[in-house]
């Protein structure tokens, strides 16, 4: 394959000798000569373990050389990769100039391109692919490619196509963890820039994802925020450690052993507040003890208000819906089980009873009447008239209800889209994957799941980003 990338930087000069390594033929483009002869010297632009070797490898081999000129660059590949900085202002908002300057640029050689009519190796009608590696925003993407239609007076789908490329590689070991990544992402909406990239990584023994656009230009600043979650984790946890006279490196190697919900896919989804009797008292013994030492835990701290907000929002979206008849399905905290003890959805119940709901609740697992010891004195504190609310009967709370609130996964739900389908559904567990429903249904914590309706915004869904509550 023939391969531009713009910026010989770090993840710009450590992808051009990596791909050259892979047996592609590469340009790199730069507008800083130093670079620029370095790397026609064969000779890199950073220093990293490995970085060298391979650039005089591929400068002797023939397959990388550089240019200052974007003509000769996109006029000579058929893939073009975006990997200039995208510096923080103070107020932590990105630059993009050089990214949006760099896409005019490689518009503006396109428009010359397609004149001089070169062929291309691009599968399918394309002319050219850019693929932005540069870590950016959701919606870059879509810019840079309104920027490259203006330039080129070509057509985004037709005549090119822009794919988001991120690179997840670490400072000291990036060659390594190039050709021994945890994932190859790529975020594209054509099939035919998806084969380009599965054969530009065909080298690469790792799992080849194809997801959305805004996905892929997601996952980097998640992947990132949770590793400085982690450090700053695992110090407050060591912090208390040592006031305590413990080992805080066994403690954490203990904990990194648990691969079944510890370190896991396990509860790492988007959804509805913990509760339960376990996770809000653990959780907040652990803060107590660190403030009983006067250590000062912030993450810590924050654990408990980030999930109360999670209930606020539950019933924020639950009133937006402007309907005041609400049957809740499911009141206790985990599906299966009678359990009520900090249920969040109770705390939704009560608040919604106080802004003057009518509310009806189904959970075939919780009879009133036979509550006792913890989880009744758990309900008299919380809504001793609860008796008066609960129903043992679906089909009632179901077809006596305009707004149906999903609290858990209990299997009865699963056909519920198919049995009442003019209803707003609130969805607060992701019950569905993908919906095709004839009513309205909402996520607590996900965008529209609805294949009749994917990517479109409802008038609810409207007001309850524009709603103060």
């Not at 959305?212 to 949770?226: G, L, P, Q």
């Not at 209803?423 to 996520?443: P, S």
Request: hydrophobic share 40%; with cysteine.
């Amino acid at each position: 394959m023939r391969i531009s990338i713009f910026g010989l930087g770090y993840v710009g000069c450590v992808g051009a000798a990596c791909l050259a390594k892979l047996g592609h033929r590469v340009i790199g483009v730069d507008v800083n000569e130093n670079k620029v002869r370095l790397i026609n010297e064969g000779k890199p632009t950073i220093i990293e373990e490995g970085i060298a070797e391979l650039c005089a490898e591929a400068h002797a081999a023939g397959r990388m050389s550089a240019t200052t000129d974007v003509h000769e660059a996109v006029h000579n590949t058929d893939v073009s990769f975006i990997v200039v900085g995208t510096p923080s202002s103070k107020e932590g908002h990105l630059n993009l100039n050089y990214i949006y300057a760099v896409a005019r640029q490689i518009g503006e050689a396109l428009r010359d391109k397609a004149v001089s009519h070169q062929p291309s190796a691009v599968s399918g009608t394309l002319r050219h692919i850019v693929a932005i590696r540069s870590t950016v925003l959701p919606g870059t993407n879509d810019k840079v490619g309104e920027i490259i239609e203006e330039a080129s007076g070509l057509k985004r789908g037709v005549d090119f196509t822009i794919v988001s490329n991120p690179e997840f590689l670490r400072e000291g070991t990036s060659v390594k963890d190039y050709f021994n990544p945890p994932l190859t992402l790529v975020g594209t909406d054509m099939p035919e820039a998806e084969a380009v990239f599965r054969e530009i990584y065909k080298g690469i023994d790792a799992e080849f994802i194809c997801t959305d656009i805004r996905v892929a230009e997601m996952m980097k600043y998640v992947n990132n925020t949770y590793h400085a979650l982690k450090i700053v984790f695992g110090n407050e946890v060591g912090n208390i450690c040592k006031e305590l006279n413990i080992d805080s490196h066994k403690v954490m190697e203990i904990f990194c052993k648990d691969k079944q919900l510890n370190i896991s896919p396990y509860y790492f989804k988007p959804g509805f507040a913990y509760g339960g009797s376990c996770l809000p008292k653990d959780m907040k013994a652990l803060k107590t003890l660190a403030h009983d030492h006067y250590v000062e835990v912030p993450v810590i701290e924050a654990i408990g208000e980030s999930n109360e907000l999670q209930k606020k929002r539950a019933v924020q979206l639950i009133m937006a819906q402007g309907k005041r008849k609400v049957g809740i399905l499911g009141l206790s905290f985990k599906a299966g089980t009678d359990d009520l003890r900090c249920s969040p959805i109770v705390d939704v119940v009560e608040s919604l009873l106080g802004k003057g709901f009518e509310i009806r609740i189904y959970d075939k697992n919780v009879k009133v009447s036979e509550l006792t010891g913890t989880n009744k004195d758990f309900i008299m504190a919380k809504i001793p008239h609860l008796q008066h609310f609960v129903s043992a009967d679906l089909e009632e709370v179901c077809r006596e209800s305009d707004v149906l609130v999903v609290t858990n996964k209990e299997k009865e739900f699963a056909e519920l889209l198919a049995r009442y389908p003019n209803k707003i559904i609130v969805d607060l567990v992701r019950q569905w994957q993908e919906v095709d429903y004839e009513g309205h249904y909402e996520g607590l914590s996900w965008g529209d799941v609805n294949t009749n309706r994917a990517g479109q915004e409802t008038d609810m869904t409207k007001d309850f980003k524009q709603t103060e509550f």
